[in-house]
Every structure is written in structure tokens, then in C-alpha cells.
């Protein structure tokens, strides 16, 4: 699976591999075990966002999203109904935007608000501006998962599932890793390897 918007493949010399076979699982991201890292973010909401606001939570899970990866618009749908069956459970989806918007417009935050509200996002959208925020947690692709535990300790990383097709899914990767720490228990599966298009960092 390759880490590449539409664009991409437009321009292959941009195309990258999310994982090759010299690539272990445990070399992409934060550690599992880590601490969550610190964040100051604004959100389409017009509200600053960090770790404190979420420390009521038994689970904490940062995603890294977009606009225009096509494999992000192909799980927005998902996104929303997993936090609307996991929030009365105390689960919060955040998802955070890094890439650049230069070479990338539809990725600006006027273009994240207008997603937002289009979508009906039910979880906190925030603004990544300077990538500082990506680059500490390791992330690589969107969508990119990392699922906190209420002491806000890395429990999963990866993917949600494993096709960007929903009528394909066969393995849902992120709601056992939530149903596993709601229970007290470490996932089964605590890392998969995540696919879709590869965060577009500034020059």
C-alpha cells in the first residue's frame, strides 16, 4: 500500500511507501508504553485544544487527518460514527491536520472548517500549522492512529482498520483496541501498520 494522494501518482517521484520489508512495526511512531505528547492547538471550533482538556477521558485517540487524501475522505464517515458510539463510553477522537497548505490549499484551516461542517465532524479538528506536533508523534500517513489509556499512556497505533473499502473491512483494528483498554486489558493486536497518503511536510 502506498503512502501517495491522487497527486501522486500524477508525480511518482513523490510516491512513497508507507512500509517496506526492512521497516518493523515497532520503528514507526511513538513507542507503545509512551506518555501522550503535549499539545497547543486551535480547532475549527474556533477553541485551543491540548492534553489537559482531555484527562477526563478513558480513552484518548489522536488521529492524523486531512482534507484531500482520498483514503482520509474514505474513513471520515467511519471517524464520525466511532465517536458517536464510543463518547457516551468515555472515548474522544481528535483529529489533527499537519500537512502543508502551501503546495496543498485544500488542507488551510478555512478549508478544515468548511470539511468539518460538510462532514458533520463530531470531534475536535485541530490545526497542526507548524508539523512540530506530527513530527513528535512519529506520524507518517493519514489517517494514522494513536489510542491513549485514561493515565494517557500509548496503548494502539496504526490503522482503524484494514480497508480503506467499508463494505471490505474485516478487521476493526481501532474499535478492539477501544473495547480492550474500556475493559482494563491491553489489546490483542497493540500496533498495525497504518496506510493511506503520506503527510505533505513543508520544504
Known amino acids: 500500500m502506498f503512502c501517495g494522494t491522487r497527486e501522486s501518482f500524477l508525480r511518482p517521484s513523490i510516491v512513497r511507501p508507507i512500509m517496506s520489508s526492512s521497516t518493523t512495526l515497532g520503528s514507526v511512531g511513538l513507542a507503545l508504553g509512551s ?3 503535549d499539545f497547543h492547538l486551535k480547532a475549527v471550533d474556533a477553541r485551543s485544544y491540548s492534553l489537559k ?5 478513558k480513552v484518548l485517540v489522536i488521529v492524523f487527518s486531512c482534507n484531500h487524501c482520498p483514503y482520509v475522505q474514505a474513513y471520515e464517515d467511519r471517524m464520525v460514527r466511532m465517536q458517536r ?7 474522544t477522537l481528535v483529529a489533527i491536520n499537519s500537512n502543508d497548505d502551501h503546495d496543498y490549499p485544500e488542507d488551510s484551516f478555512e478549508n478544515m472548517i468548511r470539511r468539518a461542517k460538510d462532514k ?3 470531534f475536535p479538528y485541530l490545526r497542526d500549522e507548524t508539523q512540530d506536533v506530527a513530527r513528535k508523534y512519529g506520524a507518517i500517513c493519514t489517517p494514522q492512529v494513536f489510542a ?10 496504526g490503522r482503524i482498520d484494514d480497508n480503506r473499502n467499508a463494505a471490505d473491512v474485516k478487521t476493526h483494528d481501532l474499535r478492539n483496541a477501544l473495547d480492550a483498554i474500556l475493559a482494563g486489558r491491553k489489546p490483542l493486536v497493540q500496533e498495525t501498520r497504518p496506510f493511506g497518503c503520506s503527510i505533505k511536510w513543508k520544504h
Do not use: E, H
Not at 458510539?85 to 472515548?91: A, E, L, N
Open 85 to 91: 458510539d464510543y463518547s457516551g463510553k468515555g472515548v
Open 120 to 122: 458533520g465532524f463530531n
Open 148 to 157: 491513549f489509556d485514561a493515565k494517557q499512556t500509548l496503548q494502539y497505533k
Open 53 to 57: 482538556d482531555f484527562g477526563d477521558r
Open 35 to 37: 506518555p501522550a505528547v
